[in-house]
């Protein structure tokens, strides 16, 4: 590359890090501004990005456009959009509807047999399908052939419908996107038992259609949550570290293939792979598979210890082990970030969630401790305000009042401050509570 590796690094973690260095930042935008090459490796990498996101995230981009077929009549496309959009906006409301629409733009990437009797049978079965469990209140007769799928008498079994629409699809994107569709209807229970295994033999056939593509190793995280449906858990890890695998794989040979250094090319990897660990950790952790949230926790801590990764990691299994209501054990990662002093925004929030684990263990004794260490490593205006608040509130459920009082009535002086409105109706309550003491007092 013309240009040094420091602003492949730069370029590399730029869209992932949530806490950069802002100076970092600020070099690379001025730098991206100036330098043609390096603007576009960055926007390569946002479409990465773009690949890797659920397709929530994804937006109807140009390639969706260009990709329409000729053959495929206007109306046809408008009639099945406005399909899933009525249906759906009635279901779900706005958000949904933008998802529908996105879908129905997949479905028109299908070849038409002939443009002029409209979409297949089959697709048109598949969009009368589309629906939430909150559409049995809309009066909407479903297809039946979209329902079951079982044996002709007098032939094979049929596919189901969606099988036959998948493979008309000629672009991997939009392939990947038809498949994350049909994820959805399994989560919703709108796609039979049976057929989640169809959408597994999909992905393989996107795999051999399209080998050696971002959208290759995708497929490996969809039948990651078609194994997640069915209940299989031990295949659905085995099968989202095989596109951990893969994905990292093939952000290396890329950055090769843009002329970064080998350290750069590892780099983007671990960049890659550690990120989509860790936002799958964060999603099952939201469901409440914590067990499998703090396994990939500990896989991203193994693997590339000494990265903020790792740290972000701890940190996660840490809120896991809260929720497992294993208090200890969640100090334990939350005091690995803590102590690390290069860790930044992700040691004070570290601070604050091991103070917060102390109070709720009532131990007010160790917690008041814990406020004074995290005072001394953060000694910015934000977690000084924060550690006074707690260690006031600390103090306030011993029944030490009077320094509690010491304690909020700083914050509530300042005028603009975050705990301010707080502090100050605190204040309040301890005046009265030291009324309440002295009156007490004067009556013995």
């Not at 929030?349 to 131990?363: D, L, Q, Y």
């Not at 814990?370 to 000694?379: A, E, I, L, R, Y």
């Amino acid at each position: 590359m013309a240009c040094s590796d420091e602003y492949s690094r730069l370029i590399s973690i730029y869209p992932l890090s949530e806490d950069q260095i802002p100076e970092e930042r600020m070099k690379l935008e001025a730098h991206v501004r100036e330098c043609a090459e390096c603007r576009a490796d960055l926007e390569q990498w946002r479409d990465f990005l773009n690949v890797i996101r659920p397709p929530e995230d994804l937006e109807v981009t140009q390639w969706v456009k260009e990709s329409v077929q000729a053959n495929v009549m206007k109306v046809v496309r408008k009639r099945m959009r406005q399909h899933l959009m009525l249906r759906l906006s009635a279901a779900c409301g706005i958000a949904a509807a933008a998802s529908a629409a996105v879908i129905a733009l997949a479905l028109g990437l299908f070849k038409a047999s002939d443009p002029l009797l409209g979409p297949s049978p089959a697709t048109e079965a598949l969009c009368q399908r589309r629906t939430l469990s909150s559409d049995r209140q809309i009066d909407v007769q479903p297809v039946a052939q979209a329902e079951t799928w079982v044996p002709d008498k007098q032939g094979p079994p049929r596919p189901p419908p969606f099988e036959a629409d998948f493979h008309r699809i000629e672009d991997s994107k939009a392939a990947i996107v038809f498949l994350w569709a049909l994820v959805d209807e399994a989560a919703r229970g709108d796609i039979e038992h049976a057929d989640v295994g169809t959408v597994i033999a999909l992905c393989e056939a996107l795999r051999q259609r399209w080998p050696d593509t971002w959208q290759a190793a995708k497929s490996k995280q969809i039948v990651s949550r078609c194994y997640e449906h069915r209940g299989n858990v031990e295949e659905a890890h085995r099968a989202f570290l095989q596109y951990i695998d893969a994905l990292a794989d093939i952000a290396w040979r890329q950055a090769c293939d843009r002329g970064c250094s080998e350290t750069n090319a590892n780099r983007a990897a671990i960049n890659a792979a550690a990120y989509e660990l860790l936002a799958e950790a964060d999603r099952l952790m939201n469901v409440g598979d914590l067990l499998r949230a703090r396994s990939l926790c500990e896989t991203v801590a193994i693997r590339y210890p000494d990265t903020r990764y790792s740290l972000r990691a701890h940190k996660i299994a840490g809120q896991c082990y809260l929720r497992m209501e294993q208090p200890e054990a969640a100090l334990d990662e939350f005091e690995q970030v803590a102590n690390n002093q290069g860790a930044g925004s992700l040691s004070r929030e570290a601070w604050k969630r091991v103070v917060s684990t102390r109070i709720g263990m009532n131990e007010p004794g160790t917690a008041i401790e814990t406020v004074k260490d995290m005072m001394h490593h953060c000694p910015d205006t934000e977690s000084q305000a924060w550690a006074n608040y707690h260690w006031g509130l600390t103090l306030f459920a011993q029944g030490d009042y009077h320094d509690a009082m010491k304690k909020f009535r700083p914050l509530s002086e300042t005028s603009n401050g975050p705990y301010a409105e707080g502090a100050a109706r605190m204040v309040q309550e301890l005046e009265q509570r030291i009324a309440d003491e002295v009156f007490d007092d004067l009556i013995r």
